[in-house]
């Protein structure tokens, strides 16, 4: 079955393009390290936004907590548990992929029977809910949040190792989802998009099958979260590990922007998005927020099929 | 024959609105019934109670012999329960060949044995059945652009991949081009003669029910007026009355 991919034939070449950029560019790039590293978090935030928001058609703006609680999930296990560097950085995106997991189960069973704009305004809610939770817990850190454990390799290492860790963990959610996708998994999805009562009505187990979606974005969520933390070395409830109103925000910009629902929407969302941010927020001064809105505004008017959708529509036309 | 299906003395009410009262009837294995009755007699909300849509308020529903009247409409439907909507409802931004893919039987399996490409035999199928309701060449357009008579088809080559042992099929000829009418009802006797589909359907279209079903229950004010066979039915003074506004 050929699913609505643009431009088809060169999949593979962009994939390619991509696998050297991700090998390649820190070495060639030293000095963007970070910013690279950077940039496949925000693809891994889109890729897993997108499996709910665009194949399945929930709308979550609470996915920040599966980040959040893979951030202190590392840092409360490199912390306390008594381990070498790497050991404990393992054991810690271990312990944060089973809770976002753990997490995604429980609200998605609580919440996962909300349709539409409820659905949406409840996951605000719990992004908005953790991130309290967090700030007012002493176990971690509260308002002051959490310092992770320094990085023990040479100076310029430890940009590198980030750097290929996430690069790492964006291509293996891509490949999976991708495959997730062209199963019949992910027409399932989709069928719950576009009229669940009539996937029910067909005898489709949409309950268990939105549940599996969410805790599949979770995972890797969660683990992004550990490794950002040790990145970024440190955690701010609010700012970092529960940041709905940048991070939170940014997933479902992203993914609107290269088109949900689609391939490469999310990884092309994804990249321009941090591209612009990088190139223009310094130089933005103050006003980064109103240009942020700004930004939604536009592409919400402008683009509401996303860059692929916008293609593929043009594509159909020129062929019809 | 036995009967399949029998709904025992169903009353459905929506607030004020008594949309069913005290409605029995009885769908036997193999058969073509038919229902018919005037608008807002109750013949929709009467195929919502028994495929799970929503709680009746009194009586019972039995399938093959087993109350279903506390079922969700998932499990019904994995019963082997089935039904169209009378404005349809097709997975739009889907193509037509997924829409049938998704509609499998096996898609009712448990969520992990979802995580499968469908197989190269489901696919066949889906298009064979594609084929069967004329939507062949539309095969890999999507199902939203479709003309409502198209996606009427399809409605129903949907519910025919899911090989349901009874089919509700609610006015599957509103939309359809009238000189397509008379294949739509040649292929719904196939449904049932050839894959074995035993039918309850709702149809306005006289001419259409009279020639497709074997028995008729007529509904008027959420009640059952009369039933029968065609010629019955249709020689009945109340039925005749019911549908001039006269009852
Ligand atoms: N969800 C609902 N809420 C409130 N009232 C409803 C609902 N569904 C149906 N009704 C009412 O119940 C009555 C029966 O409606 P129903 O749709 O079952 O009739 P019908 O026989 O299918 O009519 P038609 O031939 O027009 O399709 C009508 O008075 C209708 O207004
Ligand atoms: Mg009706």
Same mark, same amino acid.
């Given at each position: 079955?050929?699913?609505?991919?643009?431009?088809?034939?060169?999949?593979?070449?962009?994939?390619?393009?991509?696998?050297?950029?991700?090998?390649?560019?820190?070495?060639?790039?030293?000095?963007?390290?970070?910013?690279?590293?950077?940039?496949?978090?925000?693809?891994?935030?889109?890729?897993?936004?997108?499996?709910?928001?665009?194949?399945?058609?929930? #709308?979550?703006?609470? #996915?920040?907590?599966?980040?959040?609680?893979?951030?202190?999930?590392?840092?409360?296990?490199?912390?306390?548990?008594?381990?070498?560097?790497?050991?404990?950085?393992?054991?810690?995106?271990?312990?944060?992929?089973?809770?976002?997991?753990?997490?995604?189960?429980?609200?998605?069973?609580?919440?996962?029977?909300?349709?539409?704009?409820?659905?949406?305004?409840?996951?605000?809610?719990?992004?908005?809910?953790?991130?309290?939770?967090?700030?007012?817990?002493?176990?971690?850190?509260?308002?002051?949040?959490?310092?992770?454990?320094?990085?023990?390799?040479?100076?310029?290492?430890?940009?590198?190792?980030?750097?290929?860790?996430?690069?790492?963990?964006?291509?293996?959610?891509?490949?999976?989802?991708?495959?997730?996708?062209?199963?019949?998994?992910?027409?399932?999805? #989709?069928?719950?998009?576009?009229?669940?009562?009539?996937?029910?009505?067909?005898?489709?187990?949409?309950?268990?099958?939105?549940?599996?979606?969410?805790?599949?974005?979770?995972?890797?969520?969660?683990?992004?979260?550990?490794?950002?933390? #040790?990145?970024?070395?440190?955690?701010?409830?609010?700012?970092?590990?529960?940041?709905?109103?940048?991070?939170?925000?940014?997933?479902?910009?992203?993914?609107?922007?290269?088109?949900?629902?689609?391939?490469?929407?999310?990884?092309?969302?994804?990249?321009?998005?941090?591209?612009?941010?990088?190139?223009?927020?310094?130089?933005?001064?103050?006003?980064?927020?109103?240009?942020?809105?700004?930004?939604?505004?536009?592409?919400?008017?402008?683009?509401?099929?996303?860059?692929?959708?916008?293609?593929?529509?043009?594509?159909?036309?020129?062929?019809? | 024959?036995?009967?399949?299906?029998?709904?025992?003395?169903?009353?459905?009410?929506?607030?004020?609105?008594?949309?069913?009262? *005290?409605?029995?009837?009885?769908?036997?294995?193999?058969?073509?019934?038919?229902?018919?009755?005037?608008?807002?007699?109750?013949?929709?909300?009467?195929?919502?109670?028994?495929?799970?849509?929503?709680?009746?308020?009194?009586?019972?529903?039995?399938?093959?012999?087993?109350?279903?009247?506390?079922?969700?409409?998932?499990?019904?439907?994995?019963?082997?329960?089935?039904?169209?909507?009378?404005?349809?409802?097709?997975?739009?931004?889907?193509?037509?060949?997924?829409?049938?893919?998704?509609?499998?039987?096996?898609?009712?399996?448990?969520?992990?044995?979802?995580?499968?490409?469908?197989?190269?035999?489901?696919?066949?199928?889906?298009?064979?059945?594609?084929?069967?309701?004329?939507?062949?060449?539309?095969?890999? *357009?999507?199902?939203?652009?479709?003309?409502?008579?198209?996606?009427?088809?399809?409605?129903?080559?949907?519910?025919?991949?899911?090989?349901?042992?009874?089919?509700?099929?609610?006015?599957?000829?509103?939309?359809?081009?009238?000189?397509?009418?008379?294949?739509?009802?040649?292929?719904?006797?196939?449904?049932?003669?050839?894959?074995?589909?035993?039918?309850?359907?709702?149809?306005?279209?006289?001419?259409?029910?009279?020639?497709?079903?074997?028995?008729?229950?007529?509904?008027?004010?959420?009640?059952?007026?009369?039933?029968?066979?065609?010629?019955?039915?249709?020689?009945?003074?109340?039925?005749? *009355?019911?549908?001039?506004?006269?009852?």
């Amino acid at each position: 079955m050929s699913r609505a991919t643009f431009p088809r034939l060169s999949d593979w070449h962009i994939a390619a393009v991509l696998a050297l950029f991700g090998l390649a560019g820190p070495f060639l790039l030293p000095t963007l390290a970070t910013q690279i590293a950077f940039l496949w978090l925000m693809v891994v935030f889109a890729l897993t936004w997108d499996m709910l928001g665009g194949r399945m058609g929930y #709308n979550s703006f609470g #996915n920040i907590v599966f980040f959040g609680i893979g951030c202190y999930a590392a840092a409360v296990i490199q912390r306390d548990a008594g381990l070498p560097y790497f050991e404990g950085l393992a054991l810690g995106l271990v312990a944060g992929a089973v809770l976002s997991v753990l997490a995604a189960i429980v609200f998605g069973a609580a919440m996962l029977g909300i349709r539409g704009h409820y659905f949406a305004i409840g996951t605000l809610g719990l992004g908005i809910a953790a991130g309290e939770i967090a700030a007012g817990w002493d176990y971690v850190g509260a308002g002051s949040g959490m310092a992770l454990p320094l990085y023990p390799g040479e100076l310029g290492e430890r940009e590198l190792f980030f750097c290929y860790s996430l690069f790492a963990l964006a291509a293996c959610c891509f490949l999976l989802f991708r495959w997730i996708y062209s199963t019949r998994f992910g027409l399932a999805l #989709n069928a719950i998009r576009d009229d669940q009562d009539k996937a029910d009505a067909m005898g489709l187990r949409t309950t268990p099958i939105k549940i599996v979606a969410w805790s599949l974005s979770a995972f890797f969520l969660g683990i992004s979260g550990g490794l950002a933390a #040790n990145m970024i070395g440190f955690i701010d409830p609010r700012d970092v590990a529960f940041a709905g109103a940048t991070y939170g925000v940014w997933m479902v910009l992203m993914t609107i922007l290269g088109g949900k629902g689609t391939l490469w929407g999310p990884v092309l969302g994804a990249f321009i998005f941090h591209v612009t941010q990088e190139l223009f927020w310094t130089w933005l001064l103050g006003w980064q927020r109103v240009a942020l809105g700004l930004l939604i505004v536009l592409i919400v008017v402008f683009f509401p099929q996303g860059i692929m959708g916008w293609l593929a529509e043009r594509r159909a036309r020129t062929a019809s | 024959m036995s009967a399949l299906l029998e709904v025992k003395n169903v009353t459905k009410r929506f607030g004020g609105v008594v949309a069913n009262r *005290d409605v029995s009837l009885t769908v036997r294995q193999g058969e073509i019934a038919g229902l018919i009755g005037p608008n807002g007699s109750g013949k929709t909300t009467l195929f919502g109670s028994i495929t799970g849509a929503h709680a009746v308020d009194e009586g019972d529903i039995f399938f093959e012999g087993g109350s279903i009247a506390h079922l969700r409409p998932a499990p019904i439907a994995r019963l082997g329960l089935l039904r169209t909507w009378q404005q349809t409802r097709i997975y739009g931004e889907m193509t037509c060949a997924e829409n049938m893919a998704i509609s499998a039987r096996e898609a009712h399996g448990h969520v992990f044995s979802l995580l499968r490409p469908v197989p190269a035999a489901t696919r066949r199928k889906g298009d064979d059945l594609l084929a069967f309701v004329g939507l062949h060449e539309k095969k890999d *357009d999507k199902a939203g652009s479709l003309s409502f008579g198209q996606q009427k088809l399809l409605e129903f080559a949907m519910a025919l991949m899911n090989e349901p042992k009874l089919l509700l099929l609610d006015e599957p000829t509103a939309g359809i081009n009238p000189t397509l009418i008379n294949g739509l009802i040649d292929r719904l006797r196939r449904a049932n003669t050839e894959l074995g589909v035993t039918l309850l359907v709702i149809e306005h279209n006289m001419r259409v029910i009279m020639n497709l079903a074997h028995r008729i229950t007529c509904l008027a004010h959420g009640e059952v007026l009369a039933e029968g066979t065609p010629n019955e039915v249709r020689d009945d003074r109340r039925v005749l *009355d019911a549908y001039l506004g006269v009852a």
